[in-house]
């Protein structure tokens, strides 16, 4: 019995395996070798504006009126000079027209065009597209495998290397700016924990996220930090960071419920209105029941919470608490245990009430996140984890759309808290 062990030559790229006569595409064909031309005159057309007149074309009156209005151009070309660019369209040799232009002072500058500016080897295109296949959760070198057809195999691991540390610099400077202009008037916090690869060794860590919502009603990240958990003094550190960074004292803050955050919430901010999280609740409601109570509980607690008024929500809290202190006292302990913050979006216009119930919008963020990194079990270093989860956002991978109710967001709530307890 004979195998084949012919392999295919340690050149060839993983995509020339498709490259067959049924794979060849004309219409991509003569895309690609027209790019250039294209390229070409655009630089071309840039450099006849420059010098107010066209390719071999004496200077005329009108462009001795534009020299006298910006004496620079007045100039002369001199010749071609090859550059190589890569974009979404392939690798191309680009030939760029080079000229001298006169300086004010009576010397002459090299002429700098704007299409393609010096040193640029890639479209900011190119560098969204290698960002975005790595933010996918994959590696340096299957980024190089799966666009080696697209980029004609030009894309190596340094590459996508470089194109990282440019993603840092961004990283380091969304992470400093200043949040004073921010019309921020609500807050959403909560925390999710992810695997990264510590001392050599895989260990969980805790990413906190600040989710703000603008005066129009748009979300908009504020703030990622890597933390050991989610203790007070976790919490503190992030929330000093909004603080020094400008952030104006917001009128409502949503939290999940973890005991560090709203011991942070109180020491920081001892007037503002906080929401718990009632997804969370339920969780936790749950989880002091035996199974075969479950389903029993939930509709309960459903009825209550998504009940359509003010007074049919107190009235369903205190009808909830006698039933379920009778049949699970555990149940009963636990929703007495979150006091009026479970119910402070009642003190809003109702038709705020389903953006605020809940911190939904950063378990959406969490969930996409997750998505996105399951391929790697264990990631590189906290600082990766959390640049991964601010990329999402900053390429566009997630938009975030205004919340339910924004229209409304300018009226205040309720003076008048509802005595809602049993």
């Not at 009576?106 to 393609?116: F, S, V």
């Not at 996918?136 to 590459?159: E, P, S």
């Not at 790697?376 to 390429?395: G, I, K, N, R, Y």
Request: proline residues 4%; aromatic residues 6%.
């Amino acid at each position: 019995m004979t195998r084949n062990t012919i392999k295919p030559a340690a050149g060839m790229a993983e995509a020339d395996v498709l490259c067959g006569e049924n794979w060849f595409d004309p219409l991509e064909a003569s895309v690609r070798t027209r790019i250039r031309g294209f390229i070409e005159g655009l630089l071309e057309s840039e450099l006849d504006m420059a010098l107010a007149r066209k390719r071999y074309e004496r200077p005329s009156l009108a462009a001795a009126e534009v020299a006298q209005e910006r004496p620079e151009a007045i100039g002369y070309r001199h010749g071609h000079r090859e550059r190589q660019l890569m974009g979404t369209f392939g690798p191309a040799t680009i030939s760029v027209p080079r000229a001298r232009l006169t300086t004010p002072a009576g010397g002459t500058r090299e002429w700098k065009n704007a299409t393609i500016p010096a040193y640029q080897r890639r479209t900011k295109q190119a560098d969204a597209l290698i960002a975005g296949a790595y933010l996918a959760g994959t590696n340096t070198r299957r980024v190089r495998r799966a666009l080696a057809a697209l980029f004609g195999g030009a894309v190596g691991k340094d590459t996508v290397s470089r194109v990282w540390r440019k993603v840092k610099g961004d990283w380091d400077a969304w992470n400093a700016r200043s949040l004073a202009g921010e019309p921020i008037i609500r807050l959403i916090l909560d925390g999710t924990v992810v695997r990264v690869r510590l001392d050599k060794k895989a260990t969980s860590i805790s990413l906190l996220v600040a989710l703000g919502v603008r005066q129009d009603g748009q979300k908009v990240l504020l703030a990622i930090k890597n933390m050991g958990g989610e203790s007070e003094a976790a919490w503190r550190a992030l929330l000093d960071n909004l603080v020094g960074r400008g952030l104006k004292v917001p009128e409502l803050v949503i939290v999940d419920g973890a005991p560090g955050l709203e011991k942070a919430l109180a020491a920081l901010w001892s007037d503002v209105p906080v929401q718990r999280c009632t997804v969370h609740k339920h969780r936790n409601l749950l989880a002091h029941a035996p199974d075969r109570l479950h389903e029993e509980i939930s509709a309960d607690y459903k009825d209550m919470i998504y009940a359509e008024t003010k007074e049919e929500i107190a009235a369903k809290r205190k009808a909830f608490i006698r039933k379920w202190r009778l049949k699970c006292p555990a149940v009963a302990t636990s929703l007495e245990e979150a006091g009026d913050k479970l119910f402070t979006f009642t003190r809003f216009p109702i038709s705020q009430w389903k953006s605020i119930r809940t911190s939904n919008a950063i378990e959406r963020l969490h969930e996409e996140f997750k998505r996105r990194i399951k391929t790697q079990t264990v990631l590189p270093c906290a600082e990766t984890a959390a640049m991964l989860f601010w990329a999402l956002m900053a390429s566009g991978q997630i938009i975030m759309r205004k919340v339910d109710g924004w229209e409304t967001l300018a009226e205040k709530p309720f003076d008048q808290i509802i005595d809602l307890a049993a």
